[in-house]
Nanobody
């Protein structure tokens, strides 16, 4: 299971770092990803990263968000910069069933965490 943390209230243009810690299994191998869900909208992929550190980003966050992982800490991070109101939502992490970081579909991921809320407000 994953445990997300680091969410909170951030002003437009601000920064936030989310963490995703794996519990009960190792993150050394495989692709893991970040997703988000805004009220009334479907859950969408944000970013993914494989064991080598290769990363993939949704177009909506490319150039603003950065994903990383610390295998020694069994933790993945999402650094959010230049945050926009449309970035608000509950952010989840999960593990992919594939080795392809470009497959950022909720249907290809499992072991979802409980999520952490990101609110964008001035």
């Amino acid at each position: 299971q994953f445990v997300e943390s680091g969410g909170g209230v951030v002003q437009p243009g601000g920064s936030l770092r989310l963490s995703c810690r794996a519990s009960g299994f190792s993150l050394i191998n495989g692709v893991i990803g970040w997703f988000r869900q805004a009220p009334g909208k479907e859950r969408e992929g944000v970013s993914s990263i494989d064991s080598s550190g290769a990363a993939y980003y949704a177009d909506s966050v490319k150039g603003r968000f950065s994903v990383s992982r610390d295998n020694a800490k069994n933790t993945m991070y999402l650094q959010m910069e230049a945050v926009r109101p449309e970035d608000a939502g509950v952010y989840y992490c999960a593990r992919s069933r594939t080795d392809d970081i470009s497959v950022l579909s909720v249907h290809q991921y499992d072991f979802w965490g409980q999520g952490t809320q990101v609110t964008v407000s001035s």
